[in-house]
């Protein structure tokens, strides 16, 4: 296991290209495939609120590691962030297993608040899909001390991983009480 993690560090570059395009086209591929047919398992049911969960969970670890580092504090600042790739991992495979099972809820709400729900879920769901390589290129550069680096990654990757898992909140909040299960 070691040796596996040793090579996808020295290959963190193909690491990344090979996690984004994984992890982007299986997202891309859910919204092709029906959902499952008849009544979900009640487990299913609980995962959006699950989602919103972790997405809560990587936005305080996010502060907390940006607060961290602010006072120089690298030890904590990196338990943040492995806890931030903890959460991340475990909403994107509840978000893949709960859109693979369940048809897409459309949105209920009209006028003013519609608008104001589409523009957070399209900004949301781009910055999302850019965030991969983004995340997983300031988490290499930080693992493998390359500090120049990694800042100028982070310059970018901090603000807006913070505005997603915010804003998967903020869309769960919004859509939530239109589930039809």
Do not use: C, Q
Not at 53 to 63: G, K, R, W
Not at 117 to 129: D, G, M, P
Not at 140 to 169: A, C, E, I, N
């Amino acid at each position: 296991m070691k040796n596996i993690w040793n090579s996808i560090v020295r290959h963190h570059i193909r690491t990344v290209v090979i996690v984004t395009l994984v992890v982007n086209l299986l997202v891309v591929a859910l919204s092709f495939i029906p959902g499952y047919v008849g009544e979900l398992p009640e487990w299913i049911t609980r995962l959006p609120l699950f989602n919103a969960v972790m997405n809560s969970l990587t936005f305080i670890f996010l502060l907390g590691a940006l607060l961290a580092i602010i006072n120089g504090n690298v030890k904590i600042h990196r338990r943040f962030i492995y806890s931030a790739f903890i959460t991340t991992t475990f909403f994107l495979v509840s978000y893949v297993t709960f859109h693979f099972m369940a048809e897409s809820t459309p949105y209920g709400g009209e006028g003013f608040i519609a608008g104001f729900y589409y523009f957070i879920l399209i900004t949301h769901i781009v910055l999302a899909a850019i965030i991969v390589p983004l995340a997983l290129m300031s988490f290499f550069t930080g693992f493998k001390d390359m500090r120049p680096k990694h800042r100028k990654w982070v310059r970018w990757t901090m603000p807006m991983w913070l505005y997603v898992s915010f804003t998967g909140v903020l869309v769960y909040v919004m859509i939530s009480p239109y589930y039809s299960f």
